[in-house]
């Protein structure tokens, strides 16, 4: 079947209606590779699934069955929003994170497995300091979905925590995802970071906006036209939050509380300087599964 552009994008299959599941699995796989989208294969599987209401194995034992008119026009819609490079995950309305099911909205960032690195830096901390079956007080700034705090409380059953971020609709999705969860001890409070918060936390994390402006053009597609900029532009330097952060965390934090944020590539140095200027005793970077420094503690000592 042949190839199509349309307004710049490769067009999906002009026909899949009667062909095999797995014929189409096969066609869309071959247009997502031909737009440079990395992971072709498991984008159709997915993207096939979710239209025709299946799971893995529902998918592979239907392999065989011929596509209705309905099944390859939902397919062929999805497969139109990767094309324009929308990620997976937008098309789905959902992301999972720390094996949670995540809603997301174009207000949210979507959830990345680098963000998990942020909430096992987190649980080290608090499994250093005693059992995870103790009351804590965690906060999460800039929470978008509640991806941070809600994994931190699936982990910690006797905690509290509170989401805070400046979009309300945000934080709509972020209390739909605590009410689908069951997790009741989490509350979300409209505010621009810690700015409407009082301590004392035991625990705050943040995966605060820190691409520099400049550079949120350069950006992968999926991320600089889908993300929402006000998650991503952390000013001309990438600091702002983080300067934000460290001149708020400290009087929030217990004395031997921990802050633990995400940070962007290279800026483990500079953001462990800011949190040492201000009183906190920054500890050694976490690394992603990348081997990038990805999650910073830092410690109140007094």
């Keep these: 079947m042949p190839l199509v552009a349309e307004a710049g994008v490769l067009a999906a299959p002009a026909k899949i209606e009667g062909c095999t599941i797995a014929d189409a699995r096969r066609m869309l796989a071959e247009r997502f590779r031909a737009a440079g989208i990395d992971s072709p294969e498991l984008d159709a599987r997915i993207l096939v699934a979710n239209a025709l209401g299946l799971d893995h194995a529902g998918l592979a034992a239907a392999s065989t069955r011929r596509l209705e008119c309905g099944e390859a026009a939902a397919i062929l819609a999805r497969t139109q929003r990767r094309l324009a490079r929308e990620p997976v995950a937008r098309i789905l309305g959902y992301k999972e994170f720390w094996s949670l099911k995540l809603r997301i909205d174009a207000t949210t960032l979507v959830p990345r497995p680098e963000t998990e690195t942020v909430v096992a830096a987190a649980l080290d901390a608090v499994d250093a300091d005693g059992s995870r079956l103790r009351p804590l007080r965690v906060a999460d700034l800039g929470t978008g979905s509640g991806a941070l705090l809600l994994a931190l409380l699936s982990e ?92 708020t965390a400290p009087a929030l934090l217990t004395a031997g509380g921990t802050l633990v944020v995400e940070l962007g590539f290279g800026q483990a140095d500079a953001v462990a300087a800011l949190f040492s200027t201000a009183g906190l005793a920054p500890l050694t970077p976490r690394p992603d599964l990348n081997d990038v420094p990805r999650a910073l503690p830092a410690r109140r000592l007094s």
Excluded at 169 to 176: I, P, S
Excluded at 189 to 218: H, Q, T, W
Aim: with cysteine; net charge neutral; proline share 7%.
């Design 156 to 247: 910690l059953p006797n905690a509290f925590g509170i989401g805070t971020d400046v979009s309300r609709r945000t934080l709509r999705v972020a209390r739909d995802n605590a009410r689908t969860l069951g997790l009741k001890q989490a509350t979300f409070l409209a505010c621009d970071m810690a700015a409407a918060l009082r301590g004392p936390f035991d625990l705050i994390v943040s995966n605060p906006p820190y691409i520099e402006s400049g550079k949120i053009g350069a950006l992968a597609p999926e991320v600089r036209d889908f993300d929402p900029r006000t998650a991503l532009d952390g000013g001309s330097d990438g600091l702002d939050c983080y300067r934000a952060i460290a001149a």
